[in-house]
């Protein structure tokens, strides 16, 4: 079982140009992306996370159930769900504003214990900035590791909703210690002001770096670094497309038996090309497709 822990959100994705297109409401959230991808794929999947009991946290826990997700773990309240409003620039990247005075997902609090047969919990965006939840989801990465769990960070930054950046960046280093794999795209490299191999001294025992349409590199700690290319694709959006490559790394380590901090500083170069090329060719399909529409495994192939 891999449990995804974060967020989930309503995403108002614009239908046309200009300030006053028509808005279009659509399940998102990167941590809920992230578990829907990994239910499409096929990995038994659990979402721990707090929704609203408005129509919008019912529709969130359908997509759920619909991808096959566990949402038993999911706590439940009468506050609004968060909004998030788009923006898509020319080649479909997005920029987000959002709404989330008094939500649901930021009162979420941390559970006595993990859905039964964990083997790995994903973590990220929003939820480890909005207090007070940010404090549960990290005291809840902290028990994770702590109890030999493997962990995978996707930080995914908005730098909108942080409010004090360099109290982020310390932050930031302080999960490292927890985090069996680190993900996370250029943009976020840049703002976090590190290197993957100052990463990796810090924790990790691995660092995936996306670089949108140019592919992918994976660094590890016995020095080794592997990259794929991009999978050529006429791209609609980028909504979702880093949540899959998380989903798909995961999703292939899973398959290999590899969510383990040992087993992921025992993979080969080409076993690490084979997962970033998994991951590739998914995010590719994510990237064909308005919103955060992930594939399934019949879509991808194999790892």
């Known amino acids: 079982m891999i ?49 609203s009991r408005d129509a919008f946290g019912e529709a969130l826990l359908d997509g759920l159930r619909t991808a096959g997700v566990d949402v038993s773990a999911v706590q439940r309240g009468p506050e609004p769900t968060t909004l998030a409003v788009a923006t898509l620039d020319g080649d479909g990247s997005a920029a987000y504003s959002f ?12 559970p006595d214990r993990l859905p039964e047969g964990t083997r ?39 730098p909108g909703l942080i409010p004090d950046a360099d109290a982020y960046r310390a932050r930031f280093r302080n999960w490292l210690p927890s985090v069996s794999l680190l993900k996370l795209s250029e943009e976020d490299a840049r703002w976090l002001g590190g290197t993957p191999r100052e990463w990796l001294a810090a924790g990790p025992s691995a660092v995936v770096v ?28 980028t ?18 038996d590899a969510l383990s901090p040992e087993a992921l500083a025992d993979l080969s170069p080409g076993h690490w090309t084979r997962l970033l090329g998994f991951a590739a060719r998914a995010a590719a399909v994510t990237c064909s497709r308005a919103g955060a529409e992930p594939p399934y495994a019949a879509e991808v192939g194999g790892v």
């Open 3 to 51: 449990v995804v822990a974060g967020e989930a959100l309503i995403d108002l994705v614009p239908q046309g140009t200009g300030a006053l297109a028509s808005l279009r409401p659509a399940l998102g959230g990167g941590p809920y992306n992230t578990a829907v991808a990994l239910g499409r794929l096929g990995s038994p999947t659990a979402f721990c996370s707090r929704t």
């Open 99 to 110: 709404y989330v005075d008094g939500t649901a997902d930021r009162l979420f609090a941390a």
């Open 120 to 158: 790995a919990v994903s973590f990220g965006t929003c939820s480890l900035v909005l207090e007070p939840g940010a404090s549960a989801y990290e005291e809840l990465m902290r028990a994770a590791s702590a109890r030999g769990v493997f962990t995978a960070l996707d930080p995914n930054i908005r």
């Open 210 to 237: 996306t670089r949108g349409g140019d592919g992918l590199t994976a660094f590890t700690r016995d020095g080794g670094e592997h990259s794929v290319p991009g999978e050529k694709v006429a791209v609609v959006d």
């Open 239 to 256: 909504i979702g497309a880093g949540d899959t490559v998380n989903a798909a790394l995961l999703h292939g380590l899973a398959t290999w």
